[in-house]
């Protein structure tokens, strides 16, 4: 019985040195493999800040922001995907992934109350937001216009009077919807796609109306647009929270930025959208869920939020870090937050992919006058649908 309990004690006398000098039971950390967008923002200079604070390491895959949807997507098909992703919060509706279900209690108490609505897909959060916006608004050049249009109307006078020009990327359907939110009725009502709409006949019959007025050039895409703007060839462009950087380092305090023009008093209505951290292929059930927890929380924490305007020009999702942004008394940086006041979450859920496709049909078709408006937010909403049905039938099972 002595030899037993001098074993005992021999063993205890042991656990207590190896603690003493730092050696523990504890699991050791693991390291972190992290997807982004290649365009996006720069959040590896985080990652290093984390790791030194933490000791765990963060891998960064990095991909070109057009193929990092496919990208995903294959690896999801591989059972090759990284235990986090940062990726725009529409790619929460991608169902491939199979996103862990975020706990309310992984979510900052100081979130904006805009970004807690885009943070869920079909009802449910499936990712810890970090910065927000990607909405579009109207930046002019002050050297061309000294008063920005607040309407349609008189954007129209400036023109005819001073001969301005505004250009954006005509055909891309995230500009048009921010035409079609003008009349109200989201594009997902109740779960279901909503696109034959009277608020859909209205923008049709507008948008071709500014087409066929020949004052703007329709056939500029999305870089011939910014090149014109830079190069001072059209007083104002339409375009996203993402240009802000380059338009001001270009332009400096020439820079002009306001809300979108409205009509007939009805403020248009871009959508935005945050940057969220996800975790595919349920990594919240698996052994790495604790480091990805404190990954959040320091992703989430006032510090971060505080800094990020200044390190890498996007608007934090922390109330407080905004307040103080909002301080700084920086016109341009007010302004951009102002622009904020009108918008609207852009849906997540999985069905949006084919509202873009079935939106871009419709509108080509009436633009070239195949369609009238009414046939076309009918076709559109007929598209839509074949195109879902048809995916639902492809799955096992169905």
């Not at 997807?35 to 720069?42: F, K, P, Q, R, T």
């Not at 995903?72 to 996103?99: E, H, Q």
């Not at 594009?187 to 009277?198: A, C, E, S, Y």
Request: a negative charge.
């Amino acid at each position: 019985m002595s030899g037993r309990l001098s074993l005992t004690l021999l063993l205890m006398l042991m656990t207590s040195l190896f603690s003493s000098l730092g050696y523990t039971s504890q699991k050791p950390q693991q390291s972190l493999t992290i997807a982004i967008g290649l365009e996006n923002y720069d959040f590896k200079p985080l990652f290093a800040e984390f790791t030194r604070k933490t000791g765990i390491q963060v891998k960064v895959v990095e991909f070109e922001n057009n193929t990092l949807k496919s990208e995903l997507l294959l690896r999801a098909s591989n059972n090759a995907l990284p235990d986090g992703i940062i990726v725009p919060a529409d790619y929460m509706g991608l169902t491939a992934l199979n996103l862990s279900e975020v706990p309310d209690d992984w979510l900052s108490t100081h979130l904006i109350e805009q970004v807690k609505s885009n943070i869920k897909a079909n009802g449910t959060t499936l990712g810890v937001p970090i910065v927000f916006g990607n909405h579009l608004m109207l930046y002019y050049n002050r050297t061309l216009v000294s008063q920005p249009a607040k309407s349609w109307q008189q954007l129209r006078a400036q023109q005819q009077a001073q001969g301005v020009e505004i250009s954006w990327n005509y055909y891309e359907m995230y500009w048009f919807r921010a035409f079609l939110g003008t009349f109200g009725t989201p594009l997902i009502l109740n779960g279901h796609v909503n696109l034959d709409t009277p608020a859909m006949i209205r923008a049709l019959r507008w948008y071709k109306s500014l087409k066929e007025e020949n004052w703007l050039d329709v056939e500029c895409n999305y870089e011939c647009t910014v090149n014109r703007f830079l190069a001072g060839e059209v007083a104002y462009t339409i375009n996203g929270s993402w240009m802000f950087q380059r338009f001001s380092e270009h332009f400096a305090d020439k820079l002009g930025v306001a809300q979108l023009p409205s009509l007939n008093d009805a403020p248009m209505r871009s959508y935005f959208s945050s940057h969220v951290m996800a975790f595919p292929n349920n990594a919240l059930s698996g052994p790495k869920s604790a480091e990805l927890k404190r990954l959040s929380e320091f992703l989430q924490s006032l510090p971060v939020q505080t800094n990020f305007w200044s390190s890498i020009n996007a608007l934090p999702v922390d109330k407080r870090a905004l307040d103080t942004l909002k301080i700084q008394s920086i016109a341009q940086v007010e302004a951009l937050i102002t622009t904020l006041e009108y918008t609207q979450p852009m849906p997540n859920e999985a069905q949006m992919a084919f509202v873009w496709e079935a939106m871009l049909k419709g509108l080509t078709r009436h633009l070239a006058g195949v369609l009238d408006e009414q046939q076309a937010a009918h076709f559109m909403q007929h598209i839509v649908e074949k195109s879902i049905n048809y995916e639902q039938e492809k799955k096992p099972g169905q």
